[in-house]
């Protein structure tokens, strides 16, 4: 069993910047980052491996950066020029690796850390 906690969540103007952090009770192969929005499915934001290779959403991609620290077991998102429509609960999620990471199973979550962008 992996325990997660978010925290860097935050209220921000748009175009401003916020650094998530999931400290992690222990290691697994990928871990992610999801969000979802009032009245919107979850949607996964960005995946590590343990071996450093990212996947990113197309919404994201040029404006995050996810990173791990694998001695201490914390994963970050850097969230640059944040928009209006990244406002969301973002959840850390952890598992072990079914062949890609963005295609595998996260049994592990958090219970989210809430990110408001106001125009």
């Known amino acids: 069993q992996v325990q997660l906690q978010e925290s860097g969540g935050g209220s921000v103007q748009s175009g401003g910047s916020l650094k998530l952090s999931c400290a992690a009770s222990g290691d697994t192969r990928c871990m992610a980052w999801f969000r979802q929005a009032p009245g919107k499915e979850r949607e996964g934001v960005a995946t590590?491996?343990?071996?450093?290779?990212?996947n990113y959403a197309d919404s994201v991609k040029g404006r995050s950066t996810i990173s791990r620290d694998n001695a201490k077991n914390v994963l970050y998102l850097q969230m640059n020029s944040l928009k209006p429509e990244d406002t969301a609960m973002y959840y850390c999620?952890?598992?072990?690796?079914?062949?890609?990471?963005?295609?595998?199973?996260?049994?592990?979550w958090g219970q989210g850390t809430q990110v408001t962008v106001s125009s």
């Open positions: 999620a952890a598992g072990e690796r079914v062949g890609y990471c963005p295609l595998s199973p996260y049994n592990y």
């Open positions: 590590i491996d343990t071996d450093g290779s990212t």
